[in-house]
């Protein structure tokens, strides 16, 4: 996030992608290459952004500490993106082809394996308590794979199931950023566990966005074409919605699509047409509204600051954004 959207941190997150950079440099050029690969895509570094605004907010002074800790949980989530896209058979991600599709499934794996071991290098000189979380934030992310592989092509998932692995996949790793950095920062236990709040629900709400723009946003600005869950069989929230409160659309006939194991591009761009018809995009925008707004109302009790102010900027740009 850069211009206006880098809520006052631009800096600080400039130092968290050279913390990053100076963390995989490898004897190996291969995995020093990969790794590049991988962390060169960038995103939308909404993990680094309120891991760093929360330790602004709660009254941080030792700003390499943070900048320590963000780096080392994005490249957590980078090394569990390689993993995904190989689970997921993902050909693209953020424009590019996935790492294991350039650069072969075995080595991608290694990288995988080789950014855990760096962002542990880096995250291991914390206190235990500090290790405990960010190893529970890893544990999370493994269980909500593997929970979302298991419910693949499920059109008996539930809300609650869908809600779950969102929980283990975004919002938990998020809250343990923001929860980390107040102990960092040497803040009071409540409001540590309020910026956890504030990152959980902003977590969801920022998901349950993904999965609408995959139904309804431009190939050109997401950097991949949309219909990515449909394709490998992930059933959202607004395929949940549409599935039970689909009245416009025929219902069964998108069930049978999602389904599928096999579709046409022809199939996928009609499973699209029937989400989109269905009224369940509007009514997931209203779920991450809601999440939203709980992840603001969280930030109640910490005293008003540049940072919190820009924590709030950042819910709505969660909200808006288009890719």
């Not at 071991?117 to 880096?122: C, L, N, Q, S």
Request: aromatic share 4%; charged share 30%.
């Amino acid at each position: 996030m850069t211009g206006s959207h880098d809520f006052g941190v631009a800096k600080e997150l400039a130092l968290v992608e050279a913390r990053i950079r100076e963390s995989i440099v490898s004897e190996e050029p291969l995995l020093h290459d990969i790794a590049s690969y991988v962390i060169e895509a960038g995103g939308k570094r909404i993990r680094p952004t309120v891991t760093l605004l929360a330790f602004q907010a709660l009254g941080g002074h030792d700003t390499s500490q943070a900048i320590d800790l963000a780096a080392a949980l994005e490249m957590i989530h980078s090394a569990t993106l390689i993993h995904d896209d190989i689970n997921d058979g993902g050909e693209m991600r953020r424009g590019r082809p996935a790492a294991y599709r350039k650069f072969g499934l075995q080595n991608a794996l290694v990288t995988g394996d080789f950014l855990f071991a760096k962002a542990f290098g880096i995250g291991g000189k914390f206190d235990s308590d500090i290790v405990e979380l960010t190893a529970q934030a890893c544990a999370a992310l493994a269980e909500g794979e593997i929970r979302q592989q298991r419910h693949a092509y499920d059109t008996d998932l539930t809300r609650d199931e869908c809600l779950d692995i969102i929980l283990r996949k975004t919002a938990l790793p998020m809250m343990a950023g923001a929860k980390i950095a107040g102990l960092i920062a040497g803040a009071r236990l409540e409001d540590v566990d309020a910026v956890g709040d504030y990152g959980l629900n902003l977590g969801i709400a920022f998901q349950i966005v993904d999965d609408i723009l995959d139904v309804v946003g431009d190939a050109i600005v997401l950097g991949k074409r949309p219909g990515t869950d449909l394709r490998e069989g992930n059933v959202t929230l607004v395929a949940i919605h549409a599935l039970n409160d689909g009245s416009r659309i025929d219902v069964p006939a998108l069930a049978r699509l999602i389904r599928k194991r096999r579709k046409q591009e022809a199939e996928v761009q009609k499973g699209l047409a029937l989400l989109r018809d269905s009224g369940a995009v509007e009514k997931a925008r209203r779920e991450a509204l809601t999440y939203a707004q709980i992840a603001r109302k969280a930030l109640d009790p910490i005293p008003d600051s540049e940072a919190k102010a820009n924590m709030d900027r950042l819910v709505d740009y969660v909200l808006s954004r288009d890719a």
